[in-house]
């Protein structure tokens, strides 16, 4: 079957269900990336936690976030060893496990649609995703999580939570980043620099993790071919800053994000 006709029928799906939206919490990682030899999440992401309802692993990465519960490195290798036996299966094969599942899942920020049909695969306790963040300001209640449900199961719920980890900026793009109005916070966040935001890559990542966007890394691994730099110290120039508008700055160190997530993945 042709790309187009299964996404076409994986869309039909989604969107023949019933939904249920509701707003996604919001926390803030502020590692010492320089100390640190395991991080949760990349500098410079806005990234998704997801599971169902009660999970015990979720609950451990909340409460060591919220309240500094537990240590990093027993989430991190406990994340990762979920992914050890999961295989990359084709698109043909995501759809059809798409429509048996009872609940499927959006998530979106402002009009923004970043993930679309994900499901929580078998013998998976904890899903998430990536997302390049700019370092800007966030819209409130900007992140919606969609609940599409089957006719056949109305009472399970999934649980998610959205992690900031801001990149670092220099001073003078903090400051312009400062003067983008807030009706424009969408340029904050951009999608997924692999496609996670179209059906194609959201049903098939999330049977794939063990080697997508999301997953957590030890630090020391991180190498960037070609790089002789810092890529934790990537910078618009301030001469360029001058000479762009608000909006084109925010994209354009948005875009930096981007690259460094394309990169590392």
Known sequence: METLELLRLATIETESRALKSSSIEILNYKPDIKKSKILLTQQGTATLFMAKKGEPLLDEIYKYLKLGVGTEQTIVEKFIKQFSDIKEIALEEAVLLQKKQNLLASVRYGGKTLLEGFFIPEKIKVVGASFPYN????LEEGFKLIQHYSKENLKEELQCFIVLHEPNLTKAEAD??????????ELNIGTNPKGFATALIAIAAAVSLATGICCPHRNEDFVIPNYAFDPYEVHLPDAVLKQ???SAAASEILKIRRNFLVHKY
């Open 244 to 246: 762009i508008s608000v």
């Open 135 to 138: 370092g800007g300001g966030i």
């Open 176 to 185: 312009i980043l400062k003067q983008l109005p807030e009706n424009q916070f």
